[in-house]
């Protein structure tokens, strides 16, 4: 994990003396990437093959969901897709004071669903992958899930509930 603090950029006075950045993608990283080498002095252009935000961000929507995302293999990555989720709310503050617009931040957390018999076996199975990782998720049973999202579909039989 990166060390305290490590979300500094340092400010340059010349941005002539630490040359020019050329960003490649226009989505929520690349653009984040470059206003934060702005913000710090540096001279930078971004470029994309179609129109910014239109990618991969696009078609993610926004979600953040680092605990229910966790995938078999990737355990090395669940540590720093956390910090980055922990990240995000102050992100967002900040990004909204500089241009004014809110980014629809909204953190009441993720539900993964199961509908049908199998899919309810395989996401009890996920359910023990994720507690293995120590990840902050909870079983909601069908009743409990209508309770918290009352608008679910009564075939909704259960789901992994995560902060």
Excluded: F
């Amino acid at each position: 994990m990166p060390a305290k603090g490590a979300g500094t950029i340092p400010q340059h006075r010349n941005s002539s003396s630490v040359g020019r950045v050329l960003v490649i993608g226009g989505g929520i990283c690349g653009l984040s990437v470059a206003w934060r080498l702005a913000q710090a002095g540096i001279a930078v252009g971004v470029v994309d093959a179609g129109e910014a935000g239109r990618g991969a961000t696009w078609a993610a929507g926004g979600m953040l969901a680092a605990a229910l995302e966790a995938e078999p293999g990737e355990e090395a990555m669940v540590g720093l897709a956390r910090w980055s989720q922990d990240l995000w709310p102050d992100w967002a503050a900040r990004l909204a004071a500089a241009s004014g617009a809110g980014v629809g931040y909204r953190g009441e957390g993720t539900v993964h669903l199961a509908v049908g018999r199998d899919e309810l076996t395989a996401l009890h199975h996920r359910l023990r992958y994720l507690r293995r990782l120590a990840l902050p998720v909870e079983w909601c049973d069908a009743g409990a899930l209508r309770e918290r999202e009352p608008a679910h579909s009564r075939e909704v039989l259960g789901a992994i509930a995560s902060p």
